[in-house]
């Protein structure tokens, strides 16, 4: 084989992977492997993603540990300031939410379509009593003068509750958009690949918030 | 497995985060001193675990899955760990 035969097998196989690999004889334009395989790829990806949120959060916990331990009474006085209750409450409401996301990935896969788009609801009406909660939070905090900048516990806890806070956001556009397909009947129990990842994907940002929760409110 | 049995199990699950969630509250209002935070995270990764091998379904992946769902947690052990070693171990600030 010459040089110029296997540099082009190269470049082929960057630009149309998907060749070399056997394909299904019915082609519906949306798979580029056999279904298992797409679905088994996708879910690996997914995970893959989760790990690199996993290190944008650990930035912050690492600053977390850094100045609690140089601050401890900065930290101490400043999580007491934090509303217990309304943290608990969100608390509650994001693990019910991973509940109903749990609940219509294993519907969609009994093609109880009705059961899916009931949990897709309430998984996205969750989301937003957990994001009024929160800002109300933040309003009340501005209320009394307390800012991102006010010190080093404030400017933690800001970061770190409002990066969880775009998760909520991007987490209900992701549902919102599922749950558009699924009123379409673009999901069934033989095409659930796009539930699934999208629950892994509301399933960190609970993960999240089981971290953040006692770190920023409870520990004192 | 039978239908309703799948959805029994994941309330479970549910119940026993509930529960936890509880527990996390309620053990919080006890002073440990220089164990409050360990203890928190204790278990707060007791219920991180129980969300992911249950609700994310990693209790039924393969290896592969396996291995890309606990990489990133030793890569967290380094980042945190290896950045508090470095600022306390300082001899020059």
Redesign the interface.
């Known amino acids: 084989m010459g040089l110029y035969s296997i540099t082009t097998k190269i470049l082929k196989s960057i630009a149309y992977p998907s060749e070399l690999v056997p394909s299904i004889e019915e082609d519906d334009g949306h798979h580029h492997f056999d279904p298992v395989t797409e679905h ?1 790829g996708a ?2 990806g997914m ?2 993603f ?3 949120e ?2 944008l959060f ?2 912050l ?2 600053a977390y ?2 100045y ?2 140089k601050y401890p009474e900065m930290f101490m006085l400043g999580s007491s300031s934090l509303d ?1 209750v309304l943290g ?1 409450v969100n ?2 409401i994001l ?2 939410s ?2 109903t ?3 219509a ?2 519907a969609i896969q ?1 093609n109880r379509i009705q059961l899916v788009k009931v949990m897709l609801w309430v998984t996205i009406i969750c989301a937003a009593i957990f994001a009024v909660n929160k800002y109300f939070e933040y309003t009340y905090k501005f209320g009394k003068g307390i800012y991102p900048g006010t010190d080093i516990f404030y400017s933690i806890y800001f970061a770190a509750t409002g990066i969880h806070m775009l998760h909520v956001f991007i987490g209900m556009a992701v549902l919102g958009v599922l749950l558009r397909k699924v009123y379409q009947n673009k999901y069934s129990k033989d095409n659930f690949t796009a539930i699934e990842i999208g ?2 994907y509301w ?1 960190l940002v ?2 999240i918030w ?2 953040l ?3 920023l409110y ?2 004192g | 497995m039978d239908n309703n049995g799948g959805y029994k199990s994941l309330i479970n699950i549910w119940l026993l985060l509930m529960f936890l969630t509880f527990i996390t509250v309620w053990i919080a209002q006890f002073d440990f001193g220089a164990l409050n935070v360990p203890i928190a995270l204790l278990i707060a990764s007791l219920k991180a675990s129980v969300v992911a091998l249950y609700f994310m379904h990693l209790k039924y992946e393969d290896g592969m899955t396996w291995i890309f769902a606990t990489y990133p947690i030793f890569l967290l052990f380094l980042l945190i760990g290896f950045t508090v070693v470095d600022m306390f171990s300082r001899v020059i600030n």
């Open positions: 088994e879910k690996l995970w893959l989760l790990a690199t996993l290190l650990g930035g916990f690492a540990a850094i609690r331990a217990v608990s608390t509650v693990i019910f991973s509940l996301v749990a609940v990935v294993k009994e629950g892994l399933h609970d993960l089981i971290y929760f006692p770190l409870l520990v």
